[in-house]
């Protein structure tokens, strides 16, 4: 099927050679960046929940997330799932208490508006590539235990436009451990004995994976940490900000 590149236009596949080749280039050192998300750091300045990322959420990697995300190109699954297999990899490096330890990567599960809009989940279809393709390390397994609670109406707000507080409340009690059987995983039984390392496709506020691993502690869970694809960085922090 002819397509074209979802970064530069071309009539190519959805991303064409030279643009994977950038993609590979933005996302070949995932770095810790807790320290760009407020909402994982305390006022001392103190790391709540290491975060590894792949790289930063602008440029290459930003519109082929936003084009994955939100305009329906799952065929960029693959190529993605490449770029997380590459964090995955780097996680007994990058975050403490992983070495030797069997993880349970646990995506954040999509919201139901989200999951209506598109028809797919994301974060699981980058993570399912990355199964596939058999590119987990050993002792590493996909648990997707991890659901949205369906939220009261008047209690719906989109993230996108709140501040700080206002999200963290927002996405406060969104999520709950999955009780129907999923992908070979009995949900809750078998988090105990695993180190667990929520994934998921951009870093903000980091609110959300805060909320997920709040949600995985309560049931147990010993949460080392979490991976992202993307990090944004807000533009006093360093680094150029989000590219549009
Ligand atoms: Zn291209």
């Excluded at 995932?30 to 590894?52: I, N």
């Excluded at 809009?117 to 590539?129: N, S, T």
């Excluded at 700080?164 to 059987?181: E, F, G, L, W, Y």
Aim: net charge positive.
């Amino acid at each position: 099927m002819p397509a074209e590149c979802v970064v530069c236009g071309r009539d190519d596949a959805a991303l064409c050679p030279a643009c994977t080749a950038v993609l590979r280039r933005e996302t070949c050192s995932p770095y810790r960046a807790e320290q760009f998300a407020d909402a994982l750091m305390s006022v001392f300045g103190h790391t709540m929940l290491p975060v590894v990322a792949v790289g930063d959420y602008r440029d290459t990697l930003a519109l082929a997330i936003l084009a994955f995300k939100n305009h329906g190109r799952t065929e960029l699954g693959p190529p993605l799932g490449r770029a997380l297999a590459g964090g995955i990899a780097a996680l007994p490096r990058r975050l403490p208490g992983l070495e030797g330890q069997r993880v349970l990567l646990v995506p954040v599960p999509s919201t139901g508006s989200g999951w209506r809009r598109r028809g797919y989940d994301p974060v699981a279809l980058m993570l399912g590539a990355v199964d596939r393709e058999r590119r987990l390390p050993p002792g590493m397994a996909v648990a997707p235990v991890l659901a949205i609670r369906p939220r009261l109406p008047w209690r719906r707000h989109h993230q996108k436009g709140l501040g700080r507080a206002a999200r963290r409340s927002n996405v406060r009690n969104s999520m709950r451990i999955r009780r129907r059987r999923m992908g070979g995983i009995r949900p809750a039984m078998p988090l105990a004995g695993f180190a667990v390392v929520i994934v998921d496709d951009v870093l903000t506020t980091g609110s959300t994976v805060r909320e997920a691993a709040r949600t995985l502690e309560e049931a147990g869970a010993v949460v080392c940490g979490a991976l992202v694809l993307a990090a944004a960085r807000a533009p006093d922090k360093g680094a150029p900000g989000r590219p549009f």
